[in-house]
């Protein structure tokens, strides 16, 4: 079974600074793929970026970026020049590639970002 | 672009009711998944569906049914209702291949029961 631990309940950051949120996880999978949600207060959840295991390139998606490190099994999101809109729960989510049916998503906890204008 | 649609997006059930909320995934997605997110908590993944056969299944209750349709749209039937089946209801629907293995989430149904 995977597991994803976020350990930062929370953080807060001032509008147009970088913050980096982290995540971890556990798994004894070689192919999977590892992604970023978030959760505003209208509880929609927006894919933020997704990574592939077997890619070292980091992804990227305009302010957003992941530093993934396979072998110490961290997958952490940097927000550069943070905005007012990225206040927002944000999950990290595990999903083992399958050869058959897609897998489902093993969420962390997630954690709680605020924006400071 | 399309997205995943859900209704009804907001349900009021009294106890030992029984409900049924409806999902219709993104045009040319075969895949179907629903999760459950009670208050504070993360997602937790009730059941999923490929090409309309049940492919996975979580930490859903007996009470609960689900099933995939010819069109591809699905429902979750939740049956004996109980305080604790109050949270938001996701579906999220994925197609297999490439790129296209990433779950884009609908708004969701929130249930409250009282």
């Known amino acids: 079974a995977q597991t994803v631990t976020q350990s930062q309940p929370e953080m807060s950051v001032q509008e147009a600074e970088t913050v980096t949120l982290s995540c971890t996880y556990d798994?004894?999978?070689?192919?999977?793929?590892l992604f970023w949600y978030k959760q505003p207060p209208s509880r929609q959840m927006i894919l933020v970026i997704r990574?592939?295991?077997?890619?070292?390139q980091n992804a990227t998606e305009n302010r957003f970026s992941v530093n993934f490190q396979k072998a110490a099994k961290s997958f952490s999101l940097k927000i550069s020049d943070s905005q007012l809109g990225d206040t927002a729960m944000y999950f990290c989510?595990?999903?083992?590639?399958?050869?058959?049916?897609?897998?489902?998503?093993?969420f962390g906890k997630g954690i709680t970002l605020s924006v400071r204008p | 672009a399309a997205g995943v649609i859900q209704s009804p997006r907001h349900l009021i059930k009294e106890k030992r009711e029984t409900a049924t909320l409806k999902c219709y995934p993104i045009?040319?997605?075969?895949?179907v998944y629903w999760y459950q997110q009670g208050p504070g908590q993360d997602p937790q993944f009730l059941i999923s569906?490929?090409?309309?056969?049940?492919?996975d299944k979580g930490s859903i209750p007996d009470r609960f049914s689900a099933q995939q349709f010819s069109d591809y749209h699905s429902e979750l039937n939740m049956s004996s209702l109980e305080l604790g089946d109050s949270a938001l209801y996701f579906c999220?629907?994925?197609?297999?291949?490439?790129?296209?293995?990433?779950?884009?989430f609908g708004p969701g149904t929130r249930l409250l029961v009282l």
């Open positions: 990574q592939e295991a077997y890619k070292q």
């Open positions: 798994t004894s999978e070689n192919n999977y793929y």
């Open positions: 569906f490929y090409e309309k056969m049940q492919s």
């Open positions: 045009p040319r997605h075969d895949t």
């Open positions: 999220a629907s994925s197609s297999r291949g490439g790129n296209q293995e990433t779950q884009y």
């Open positions: 989510a595990f999903m083992k590639r399958s050869t058959g049916a897609n897998s489902k998503l093993t």
